[in-house]
């Protein structure tokens, strides 16, 4: 992916969202007169994002999940902040979502796809959705299925869809891509597990949500 391309996506669509709690917030966007870069000012949000806040925790715990469901319900504030401009994200994972200990705040937007402008690389294949597998359109219900499986995978550990092995850092090309197979067949056909069957701390409200994100 050209990286000064997806810099200036997200930059076209910090620009046109608007100032909200729950989505960061853009201060400037240019080309730097000395290197010819194109760079970008983003909101410092004090604290880590949900991937990096997850890995200090086991299974979660009824309280973790009270917190877990605080940050949906900030996560789906700036979701529809961001559809009535007309932006999917497009690329919402926990390495995407910025929190403390009270909040949390989307991220990243060098995938959304924006009224007027070029569409934009994918996002990671894990959370798409089945209508937007192998180049499939991506919409805003795309982005609530992402809401889905990134909150399975907080919830539970694990991912809602998979391939035969989950970690391909030492497969062959050959592997990836069969592993890659495996998982777009998984997405486009699988029917996971309740995550309160995994994790019985899961609070019914936050079960029936992630339910409701993957349907």
Known sequence: RNLDAIARNEAIALTRVGRHPCVAEIYDANVDGETGR??????????ENLA???KSMDLLTRSDCGRLMTYARDILSGLRHLHR????HGDLKL???????KHAKITDF??????????????ALRYLPPESLD?????????IWQLGVLLYRAT?????????KDDWTRATDG??????????????????????????????????LIDACLR
């Open 95 to 101: 390495e995407n979502i910025l929190v403390n200990k």
């Open 52 to 54: 990096e806040r997850l």
């Open 85 to 88: 401009q007309g932006i999917v």
């Open 135 to 143: 180049g499939g359109k991506r919409t805003s219900a795309g982005d």
């Open 156 to 164: 539970t550990g694990t991912y809602p869809f998979n391939s035969s």
């Open 38 to 47: 194109f760079f970008i000012a983003e909101e410092y949000v004090e604290g």
């Open 175 to 208: 592997e990836r891509k069969r592993y890659r197979q495996e998982l777009k067949h998984s997405i486009a056909n699988g029917h996971p597990l309740r995550p309160q069957r995994l994790n019985p701390h899961i609070p019914m409200r936050l079960d029936e």
């Open 110 to 123: 060098g995938s959304s796809i924006i009224p007027g402008s070029a569409p934009a690389s994918p996002g």
